[in-house]
T-cell receptor, first 116, second 119 residues
Framework: DTEVTQTPKHLVMGMTNKKSLKCEQH?????MYWYKQKAKKPPELMFV???????INESVPSRFSPECPNSSLLNLHLHALQPEDSALYLC???????????????FGPGTRLTVL | AQKITQTQPGMFVQEKEAVTLDCTYD???????LFWYKQPSSGEMIFLIY??????QNATEGRYSLNFQKARKSANLVISASQLGDSAMYFC????????????????FGKGTKLSVIP
């Protein structure tokens, strides 16, 4: 299984809502990533989990809260978002990142988020 | 700091012809990896090809090849025999040793090139 799955595919939420994005992989990868991508821009890294521990937080506002319950699952909890947070949210995973520079990241199909 | 430059915002190519997408990079890391990803309008980022900085030969994967010129710091993607399904956004990206200390890797992406294949 060489697939990263993400749910939901589309999400519309109000600024007062609480919602969660989910990501799952069964490739035995030990690193998982959240990216945010605005239209016609490259993906921007938000968070990295390595061995289920938060490794990188790219100064993301606290209204985004990541969670890694186990090595296969990654969640992104959303609360009190702003309209400018509307974007495509991509999840990715990769093998053990502890050595070498080859680190192919496998991406999921993304969740298109609209904040009203 | 690492930097990836893709100077072609958009490209057109006739179906069945070859096309080259440009990518130049800048890094002070002695060891690094270069990637190309394809992103169709559906949104998923699809890995195409990888080139390591110490690889002696240019990488090839089916219709994709990477023209790696280390001295010029360029890593251009060549797509042979273009197909309509090749219409997408293409991103060049790199990873360097510098970011391995945190136990994980950060991809630095270029701004992308939108390729349109004309029937």
């Amino acid at each position: 299984d060489t697939e990263v799955t993400q749910t939901p595919k589309h999400l519309v939420m109000g600024m007062t809502n609480k919602k969660s994005l989910k990501c799952e992989q069964h490739m035995g990868h030990r690193a998982m990533y959240w990216y945010k991508q605005k239209a016609k821009k490259p993906p921007e890294l938000m968070f990295v989990y390595s061995y289920e521990k938060l490794s990188i937080n790219e100064s993301v506002p606290s209204r985004f809260s990541p969670e890694c319950p186990n090595s296969s699952l990654l969640n992104l909890h959303l609360h009190a978002l702003q309209p400018e947070d509307s974007a495509l949210y991509l999840c990715a995973s990769s093998q053990d990142p502890s050595g070498g520079t080859y680190n192919e990241q496998f991406f999921g199909p993304g969740t298109r988020l609209t904040v009203l | 700091a690492q930097k990836i430059t893709q100077t072609q915002p958009g490209m057109f190519v006739q179906e069945k012809e070859a096309v080259t997408l440009d990518c130049t990079y800048d890094t002070s890391d002695p060891s690094y990896g270069l990637f190309w990803y394809k992103q169709p309008s559906s949104g998923e980022m699809i890995f195409l090809i990888y080139q390591g900085s110490y690889d002696q030969q240019n990488a090839t994967e089916g219709r994709y090849s990477l023209n790696f010129q280390k001295a010029r710091k360029s890593a251009n993607l060549v797509i042979s025999a273009s197909q309509l399904g090749d219409s997408a956004m293409y991103f060049c990206a790199m990873i360097g040793e510098r970011f391995s200390g945190a136990g994980s890797y950060q991809l630095t992406f270029g701004k992308g090139t939108k390729l349109s294949v004309i029937p």
